[in-house]
C-alpha cells in the first residue's frame, strides 16, 4: 500500500529541544530493527543548545540512489526512498557521502548502508512514523498540510533546496517563517552562521573575551 | 543507438557466442551433446545475452565505471600485488565462501542465505556441464558396472556403479534441492512474518525468485520420486514442468532480484578501494576542517555526481557542496532554516566552524560503526 498523498512529514529544527525521544522511537521501526536511523546532532555542543534532527528528506532525484553504483536503492511510486536493498548494497560509501543532508549510516560489519525510509512499515498501513508520533515539540510532524496551517497559522512550508548551483525537492516539508519570501533554502548562505544562541554568549558572556572556536 | 547499448550489445553478443563455441568445443562437436536438451541449451544462451549486456549497461552507469576502473587500477598498483591478493583470498573466503557479513545481519538470515546459495552453485555446476555436453558418463568396456565421468572431452577416474561415490553423484540434484528448498522456506517464513520485511519487499523483486526456485527444486526432486519410487508415473508431464520452471528462471535471470548474483562481485573492488582510501590523504571539511572520507574518494564523488548531471559545484568560497562533511551538511540546513527565522546572525562565525557532535553518541544511536565513527561522520 502507497503512502497516502495527503500525508506528509515536515520538519522544523528550530522546534527541537534535543530530547532524544525521536532517537530512541526510530530503533523500534521493523525497517531497521534496534537501530536508529534519525541523526540528532548538537550543533555547537559548547556554546548553544540547538540541536538538528535530520530525516531521510525523500528527495523527488535522490543523489543517494544515482550515485551507488550497486542499484540498491529504490525509490517507491508514492515518493518514498527506501534504504538500501539487502542483497544489492556493496557497503561502498557513496551514498553516505553524497546525500546533500548528510543522512545515511554505515553499518561497517554488515556492509550495509541503512537509513530513514519513513517507517515504511508503519506509513504506508496509514500511521504516522516513529519519531514524529513521539515528538513532544512537533519538530517533527506527519499528517495534512491543513493540520499544519492549522497548528502553525505563521509558517509556511519549503521543499526545494540549494546546494551551490544544484536545486533539490524533496517529499519532505521544511516548515519557514510565512513572511521569508523565498523559494528556496540556499544551504550554503550559513556557512558562516553560528548556532542559535550564540550571539548572546559572545555579547552577554564573552564580552571583550577572544570569540570561542576562532581558529 | 546510444554507444552504452552498442557496446553493451556487442559484449552480450560475443560472449554468447563463446557459449556456443565452447559448447561445440566442450561437447566435441556436439557428439555428447544431448538433442533433448536443446531447450535448456537455448535458454542458458539467451541468458547469457541478457546477462552481459544488463552488466554491461552497469558498467557504463558512472559510479559503477569509477569503481571499476579504479579498483583494477588498485588491486594491480605495484608493490601491492602481494597484499592486494592476499586480501583477495580473505575477502573471497569470508564474504563469498562463507557469507560473514550477512551472518551478522541476522543468523537465521545466514543461513538462509547459505542453504540458497550453496544450493544453487552445486545445482549449476552439476546442471550446465550436463546440458552444454561438458560432462558424460561412459561405463567402461572391459568393467560394465564402473562409469566413467567425461569432462570436457577428457577421462577421469572411474568409480562402481554401485557405492557410495555412485549414490552421492548422482544424487547431486536432490542434495541441491534440498538445500534450497530449505533456503526457500527460510526465505518465505521470514518474508512472511517480518513486518518490517513485508512492508518494503516488491513481489516481483522478492517474492518471484522464490516461487521460482521453489518450483525447480520441488518439480526436479519430484523426477527422482518418479523413476525411483513410482516406476516413472507422470514422468513425461512433471519433466516438461521442471523444464518449464528451469527455463523461466533461466530467462528472469537478468531481469529481477537474481541479477545480484552477478552484481555482488563489485564489493570486492570497493574492499581495494576502502582499503587505500584508509590509508591515503583524508579530504578536510570545509566547514568544520576536521578530516572526513579520503580525497580521492571526494574527488571521485565530485566527477561522479558531474556526470550523472548533478551541479553541486559552488560559485562560492566552498567550491563544491561536496567538500563538506556530512556533519556538517546537516547542522547547515538547520542554520539556514534557523536564519530565515531571525535573520542572518550579527556575527559571522569564523571557519573553521566547531565540528556538530552526536547528541546521543553511543553506537546504534549515533554512528552505526567504526566507519561512522571515525571516518565518514568526523
Ligand atoms: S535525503 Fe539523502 S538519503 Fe534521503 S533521499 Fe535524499 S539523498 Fe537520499
Ligand atoms: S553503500 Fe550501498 S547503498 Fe550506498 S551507494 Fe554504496 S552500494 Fe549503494
Given at each position: 500500500?502507497?503512502?497516502p498523498?495527503?500525508?506528509?512529514?515536515?520538519?522544523?529544527?528550530?522546534?527541537?529541544?534535543?530530547?532524544?525521544?525521536?532517537?530512541?522511537?526510530?530503533?523500534?521501526?521493523?525497517?531497521?530493527?534496534?537501530h536508529?536511523?534519525?541523526q540528532?546532532?548538537?550543533?555547537?555542543?559548547?556554546?548553544s543548545?540547538?540541536?538538528?534532527?535530520v530525516?531521510?528528506?525523500?528527495?523527488?532525484?535522490?543523489?543517494?540512489?544515482?550515485?551507488c553504483?550497486?542499484?540498491?536503492i529504490?525509490?517507491?511510486?508514492?515518493?518514498?526512498?527506501?534504504?538500501?536493498?539487502k542483497?544489492?548494497c556493496?557497503?561502498?560509501?557513496?551514498?553516505?557521502?553524497?546525500?546533500?543532508?548528510?543522512?545515511?549510516?554505515?553499518?561497517?560489519?554488515?556492509?550495509?548502508?541503512?537509513?530513514?525510509?519513513?517507517?515504511?512499515?508503519?506509513t504506508?498501513?496509514?500511521?504516522?512514523?516513529?519519531?514524529?508520533?513521539?515528538?513532544?515539540?512537533?519538530?517533527?510532524?506527519?499528517?495534512?498540510r491543513?493540520?499544519?496551517?492549522?497548528?502553525?497559522p505563521?509558517?509556511?512550508?519549503?521543499?526545494?533546496?540549494?546546494?551551490?548551483?544544484?536545486?533539490i525537492?524533496?517529499?519532505?516539508?521544511?516548515?519557514?517563517?510565512?513572511?521569508?519570501?523565498?523559494?528556496?533554502?540556499?544551504?550554503?548562505s550559513?556557512?558562516?552562521?553560528?548556532?542559535?544562541g550564540?550571539?548572546?554568549?559572545?555579547?552577554?558572556?564573552?564580552?571583550?573575551?577572544?570569540?570561542?572556536?576562532?581558529? | 543507438?546510444?554507444?552504452?547499448?552498442?557496446?553493451?550489445a556487442?559484449?552480450?553478443?560475443?560472449?554468447?557466442?563463446?557459449l556456443?563455441?565452447?559448447?561445440?568445443?566442450?561437447?566435441?562437436?556436439?557428439?555428447?551433446?544431448?538433442?533433448?536438451?536443446?531447450?535448456?541449451?537455448?535458454?542458458s544462451?539467451?541468458a547469457?545475452f541478457g546477462i552481459?549486456?544488463?552488466?554491461a549497461?552497469?558498467?557504463q552507469?558512472?559510479p559503477?565505471?569509477?569503481?571499476?576502473?579504479?579498483?583494477?587500477?588498485?588491486?594491480?598498483?605495484?608493490?601491492?600485488l602481494?597484499?592486494?591478493?592476499?586480501?583477495?583470498?580473505?575477502?573471497?573466503?569470508?564474504?563469498?565462501?562463507?557469507n560473514a557479513f550477512?551472518?551478522?545481519?541476522?543468523?537465521l538470515?545466514?543461513?538462509t542465505?547459505m542453504?540458497?546459495?550453496w544450493?544453487?552453485?552445486?545445482?549449476?555446476?552439476?546442471?550446465?556441464?550436463?546440458?552444454?555436453?561438458?560432462?558424460?558418463?561412459?561405463?567402461?568396456?572391459?568393467?560394465?558396472?564402473?562409469y566413467?565421468?567425461?569432462?570436457?572431452?577428457?577421462?577421469?577416474?572411474?568409480f562402481?556403479?554401485?557405492?557410495?561415490v555412485?549414490f552421492?553423484?548422482?544424487?547431486?540434484?536432490?542434495?541441491?534441492?534440498?538445500?534450497?528448498?530449505?533456503?526457500?522456506?527460510?526465505a518465505?517464513?521470514?518474508r512472511?512474518?517480518?513486518e518490517?520485511a513485508?512492508?518494503v519487499q516488491?513481489?516481483?523483486?522478492?517474492?518471484?525468485?522464490l516461487i521460482?526456485?521453489?518450483?525447480?527444486?520441488?518439480?526436479?526432486?519430484?523426477l527422482t520420486?518418479?523413476?525411483?519410487w513410482?516406476?516413472?508415473?507422470?514422468?513425461?508431464?512433471?519433466?516438461l514442468?521442471h523444464?518449464?520452471?528451469?527455463?523461466?528462471?533461466?530467462?528472469?535471470?537478468?531481469?529481477?532480484?537474481?541479477?545480484?548474483?552477478?552484481?555482488?562481485?563489485?564489493?570486492?573492488?570497493?574492499?581495494?578501494y576502502?582499503?587505500?582510501?584508509?590509508?591515503?590523504?583524508?579530504?578536510?571539511?570545509?566547514?568544520?576542517?576536521h578530516a572526513?572520507a579520503?580525497?580521492?574518494?571526494?574527488?571521485?564523488?565530485?566527477?561522479?555526481?558531474?556526470?550523472?548531471?548533478?551541479?553541486?559545484?559552488?560559485p562560492?568560497?566552498v567550491?563544491?557542496?561536496?567538500?563538506?562533511?556530512?556533519?556538517?551538511r546537516?547542522?547547515?540546513?538547520?542554520?539556514a532554516?534557523?536564519?530565515?527565522?531571525?535573520?542572518p546572525?550579527?556575527?559571522r562565525?569564523?571557519?573553521?566552524?566547531?565540528?556538530?557532535?552526536?547528541?546521543?553518541?553511543?553506537?546504534?544511536?549515533?554512528?552505526?560503526?567504526s566507519e561512522?565513527?571515525?571516518n565518514?561522520?568526523?
Amino acid at each position: 500500500m502507497p503512502v497516502p498523498e495527503s500525508h506528509e512529514f515536515f520538519i522544523d529544527p528550530r522546534r527541537c529541544i534535543g530530547c532524544n525521544a525521536c532517537v530512541q522511537a526510530c530503533t523500534e521501526c521493523d525497517t531497521h530493527k534496534g537501530h536508529a536511523m534519525i541523526q540528532l546532532d548538537y550543533v555547537d555542543r559548547g556554546a548553544s543548545p540547538q540541536t538538528v534532527p535530520v530525516v531521510c528528506m525523500h528527495c523527488d532525484s535522490p543523489t543517494c540512489a544515482e550515485v551507488c553504483p550497486a542499484d540498491a536503492i529504490k525509490r517507491t511510486g508514492d515518493g518514498v526512498v527506501q534504504t538500501a536493498r539487502k542483497p544489492r548494497c556493496i557497503g561502498c560509501n557513496n551514498c553516505v557521502l553524497a546525500c546533500p543532508f548528510g543522512v545515511p549510516k554505515m553499518s561497517t560489519g554488515m556492509n550495509l548502508m541503512m537509513k530513514c525510509d519513513m517507517c515504511y512499515d508503519r506509513t504506508s498501513i496509514g500511521k504516522k512514523p516513529m519519531c514524529a508520533s513521539v515528538c513532544p515539540s512537533q519538530a517533527l510532524f506527519f499528517g495534512t498540510r491543513e493540520e499544519m496551517a492549522r497548528l502553525r497559522p505563521a509558517s509556511r512550508v519549503l521543499n526545494v533546496f540549494r546546494f551551490g548551483n544544484q536545486t533539490i525537492t524533496t517529499r519532505v516539508n521544511m516548515l519557514v517563517p510565512g513572511q521569508a519570501f523565498v523559494e528556496s533554502l540556499d544551504v550554503l548562505s550559513a556557512l558562516h552562521e553560528p548556532a542559535a544562541g550564540n550571539d548572546a554568549a559572545e555579547n552577554v558572556l564573552l564580552d571583550g573575551m577572544e570569540a570561542p572556536h576562532a581558529g | 543507438m546510444h554507444r552504452e547499448v552498442r557496446n553493451a550489445a556487442a559484449w552480450a553478443g560475443l560472449l554468447t557466442l563463446a557459449l556456443g563455441a565452447l559448447i561445440v568445443a566442450g561437447s566435441r562437436s556436439l557428439a555428447h551433446f544431448d538433442a533433448a536438451l536443446v531447450a535448456y541449451t537455448f535458454a542458458s544462451l539467451f541468458a547469457v545475452f541478457g546477462i552481459t549486456y544488463r552488466y554491461a549497461i552497469w558498467l557504463q552507469r558512472p559510479p559503477t565505471a569509477v569503481y571499476w576502473r579504479r579498483g583494477f587500477e588498485l588491486f594491480l598498483r605495484r608493490g601491492h600485488l602481494g597484499s592486494n591478493l592476499r586480501l583477495l583470498v580473505t575477502r573471497l573466503v569470508s564474504d563469498f565462501g562463507t557469507n560473514a557479513f550477512i551472518w551478522k545481519r541476522d543468523k537465521l538470515r545466514g543461513l538462509t542465505h547459505m542453504l540458497l546459495m550453496w544450493g544453487c552453485v552445486l545445482a549449476a555446476a552439476i546442471t550446465f556441464p550436463l546440458v552444454f555436453g561438458w560432462l558424460h558418463f561412459e561405463a567402461m568396456p572391459d568393467r560394465p558396472d564402473w562409469y566413467r565421468p567425461v569432462v570436457f572431452g577428457f577421462a577421469t577416474p572411474a568409480f562402481p556403479v554401485r557405492s557410495l561415490v555412485a549414490f552421492l553423484i548422482f544424487h547431486g540434484l536432490v542434495w541441491s534441492a534440498f538445500l534450497v528448498m530449505g533456503g526457500v522456506m527460510l526465505a518465505m517464513r521470514r518474508r512472511m512474518r517480518d513486518e518490517g520485511a513485508a512492508a518494503v519487499q516488491f513481489f516481483a523483486e522478492d517474492m518471484l525468485p522464490l516461487i521460482l526456485l521453489f518450483a525447480v527444486s520441488l518439480s526436479g526432486l519430484l523426477l527422482t520420486v518418479s523413476y525411483t519410487w513410482l516406476a516413472g508415473y507422470g514422468y513425461e508431464f512433471l519433466a516438461l514442468f521442471h523444464a518449464i520452471t528451469v527455463i523461466v528462471t533461466l530467462l528472469w535471470l537478468p531481469f529481477g532480484k537474481l541479477f545480484h548474483v552477478f552484481q555482488r562481485p563489485a564489493q570486492l573492488g570497493v574492499a581495494f578501494y576502502k582499503d587505500v582510501a584508509a590509508r591515503s590523504e583524508p579530504a578536510s571539511c570545509a566547514r568544520c576542517g576536521h578530516a572526513f572520507a579520503s580525497r580521492m574518494h571526494v574527488r571521485d564523488l565530485e566527477t561522479v555526481e558531474a556526470a550523472l548531471g548533478y551541479r553541486y559545484d559552488d560559485p562560492g568560497e566552498v567550491g563544491h557542496y561536496q567538500r563538506i562533511c556530512p556533519r556538517c551538511r546537516r547542522a547547515l540546513v538547520a542554520l539556514a532554516q534557523a536564519a530565515l527565522a531571525r535573520g542572518p546572525s550579527s556575527r559571522r562565525a569564523a571557519l573553521p566552524a566547531p565540528m556538530p557532535s552526536y547528541a546521543n553518541p553511543g553506537l546504534g544511536e549515533g554512528p552505526l560503526g567504526s566507519e561512522d565513527r571515525d571516518n565518514f561522520h568526523p
